[in-house]
């Protein structure tokens, strides 16, 4: 019997893997393959930034990026266009910008050698008996079922841990991701992003790795999803934005969490970590500080606490809630378009960039 069954190997998963105590027994699987030197198949959708607070968790955690994750450029600011009020500015943040498939591949090389892992293999159910957990998992077109004490789902916003474990629950509003990539020759300095009423009441982005820009919308009309993607390229195209020819396009969900009770963490030992429980910036999308923190909590309480790990775990992923309330606050006086008018105007923290690659300047 294991102790722990980790289903996905993100930031989430592969930090609880890391840090749980060797002397538990832990199963860590994925359905796509992180092992380094395998070619990708399956990519994660993400536009591969790490914010300010994955960076301090990243410190907290004692790890620096190697430089073979690392892409280009490295960003020192975001360009607002609202193209709600009809204007821009630039404000100074301090992103990373990385590899996604290869930051993932990088956490999960840092898992001991203690914890078994399987790639390629898919997370199908699981069912609760008396005293343990029985998990269903598919390798190679085959089923197999292992006992277990705690069963983590770290499986991203399309958790199917959740879906079993928490039916009569509710989840975090829904939208379809859709990120393109296209060719570019050109030099982006800086992340953009851009509000839209007419495509979404979040938010879009685009940001340039090596000599491709990903130009990217989380869209909450599923119907109309492509619809309003080509309109935000024919809206970019209009204001100047040299954009190339298209090369990739990937898609996912991505979760917007606006209530607390949206978040879901523990049922009869099947517990959530990452944006599986919810966990994601409804201002920014942001989410691998939240995965990195929640994959530490849940570790440091089964470490503290073993199978009392409930009590602990709900307590410390208050402070994550209290996040989420903050950025909600946040996202309420950026996606108000009076309000983002106000403060864009204002010019507060605000400042003057050199663009020389914007045609209509
Ligand atoms: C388009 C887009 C852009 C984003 N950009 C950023 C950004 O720039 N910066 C940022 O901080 N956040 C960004 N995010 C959010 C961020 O990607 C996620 O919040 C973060 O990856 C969550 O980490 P996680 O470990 O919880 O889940 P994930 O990273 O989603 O990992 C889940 C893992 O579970 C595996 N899995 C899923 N289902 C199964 C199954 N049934 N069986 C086996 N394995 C399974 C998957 O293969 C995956 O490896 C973005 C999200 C999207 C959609």
Not at 245 to 274: A, P, S, Y
Request: charged share 30%.
């Amino acid at each position: 019997m294991y102790d722990i069954v980790i289903v996905g190997a993100g930031p989430a998963g592969a930090t609880l893997a890391r840090i749980l105590d060797k002397r538990y027994k832990v199963l860590l699987i994925d359905k796509r393959n992180l092992n380094e030197d395998i070619e990708y198949k399956r990519e994660k959708c993400c536009g591969g930034l790490i914010a300010p607070d994955a960076q301090k968790m990243l410190a907290h955690l004692g790890l620096g990026i190697p430089k073979d994750v690392l892409t280009g450029p490295q960003m020192f600011s975001v360009k607002s266009v609202d193209f709600d009020n009809g204007m821009e500015k630039h404000y100074q943040r301090h992103y990373i910008n990385v590899n996604r498939e290869k930051f993932d591949r990088w956490l999960v090389s840092l898992i001991p050698s203690t914890v078994e892992v399987k790639f390629n293999c898919l997370f199908i159910s699981h069912k609760k008996q008396n005293d343990y957990i029985e998990v269903k998992y598919r390798e190679n077109n085959k089923d197999f079922v292992v006992k277990a004490k705690i069963l983590a789902g770290a499986d991203g916003a399309i958790s199917k841990v959740r879906k079993q474990a928490f039916i009569d629950c509710t989840i975090p509003d829904t939208y379809i991701s859709i990120q393109k990539c296209y060719k570019t020759h050109n030099e982006m300095p800086y992340y953009t992003s851009i509000f839209d009423r007419d495509i979404t009441d979040f938010y879009s982005w685009i940001i340039q790795k090596e000599n491709c820009i990903l130009i990217g919308s989380a869209i909450l009309d599923n119907d109309k999803a492509n619809e309003k993607f080509d309109l935000l390229i024919e809206k970019l195209k209009n204001y100047g934005f040299d954009i190339g020819e298209e090369n990739k396009k990937n898609g996912t969900l991505i979760m917007r969490t606006k209530k607390i009770k949206q978040i879901n963490l523990i049922r009869d030992n099947v517990v959530l970590i990452g944006e599986a429980a919810g966990f994601i910036s409804p201002s920014s999308a942001e989410g691998i500080s939240y995965a990195l923190k929640s994959g530490t909590m849940l570790a440091h309480s089964i470490n503290n606490y073993n199978l009392k790990f409930a009590k602990y775990y709900t307590k410390e992923s208050k402070k994550i809630k209290l996040n989420i309330i903050i950025k909600n606050f946040k996202a309420f006086i950026m996606y108000n378009k009076f309000l983002r008018k106000v403060i864009m105007k204002s010019r507060i923290l605000s400042m003057d960039i050199k663009d020389i690659n914007q045609k209509n300047k």
